[in-house]
């Protein structure tokens, strides 16, 4: 198992290092037809609407290809009607992954008004684009496991780039570190009433009043 720095700097330097390979594929969001050339099997793992010749990953249908570099996972998504993939200005909900001192992954899993995607897509929150405060610890933004929601800020190297900057962004609901307890929101602390413990988060505004996401098929 590896940690999450050498996750994120192989990830990093892989992106880097397929920059040319990377060039002649497509794109997240590309309109894409039956035959169409996504990746390789080197570069990313094979998922729904695609297959694979030859160590060559092919769309199998009409649709939008989505390349989540976090999970370096290839798809392609019908053009049907309620199928929602995320985008630079898009509102998304996820929960909180593997955590570090200056950033966060996030498993994205609604985007937009409750749109259900037909997948998890990675993505990352990064301590500068947490708050419009200096803050020393992403602890104080958030928590693994914790559900918040964010903003999708950039697509660069294709991965989404995330910010809660904003009031009516940062934790919906968020979970005692130590007990697992919903924590309640107290002024600018996070209370936990099960086991007395305090913790901090940059919050939204409607902080525990959001529709809980279903998040059964979320792994913690
Ligand atoms: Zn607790």
């Known amino acids: 198992m590896y940690s999450f720095g050498e996750r994120l700097n192989s990830l990093i330097l ?14 997240s969001g590309t309109l894409v ?9 080197e570069e990313f793992i094979p998922d729904s609407g695609t297959y694979v010749k030859d160590g060559v990953i092919f769309s199998k249908i ?3 290809a989505l390349m989540d570099m976090l999970n370096r996972r290839v798809s392609v998504y019908p053009l049907t009607k309620g199928v929602t993939v995320p985008k630079v ?3 998304v909900v996820g929960q909180v992954g593997n955590a570090q001192s200056d950033n966060v992954l996030v498993r994205i899993f609604e985007v937009g008004a409750k749109k259900k995607m037909s997948g998890v897509f990675g993505g990352i929150l990064h301590i500068s684009d947490a708050s419009d405060r200096y803050i020393d610890s992403m602890n104080e933004v958030c928590r693994p496991g914790d559900i918040i929601r964010a903003k999708v800020i950039s697509e660069k190297n294709q991965i989404f780039h995330l910010t809660t900057d904003d009031k009516n962004l940062g934790v919906v609901y968020a979970f005692c570190s130590v007990c697992g307890n919903l924590l309640e929101q107290t002024r600018n602390e996070m209370h936990c009433t099960k086991c007395g413990n305090i913790e901090r988060r940059k919050t939204a505004f409607n902080y525990g009043k959001e529709d809980l996401p ?3 098929n979320v792994q913690p």
């Open 89 to 91: 200005g898009v509102t």
């Open 62 to 64: 009409v649709g939008r």
């Open 14 to 27: 892989k992106t880097k290092g397929n920059a040319m390979t990377l060039k002649n594929d497509q794109r």
């Open 33 to 41: 037809v039956p035959g169409e050339r996504l990746g390789v099997i």
């Open 214 to 216: 279903v998040v059964e």
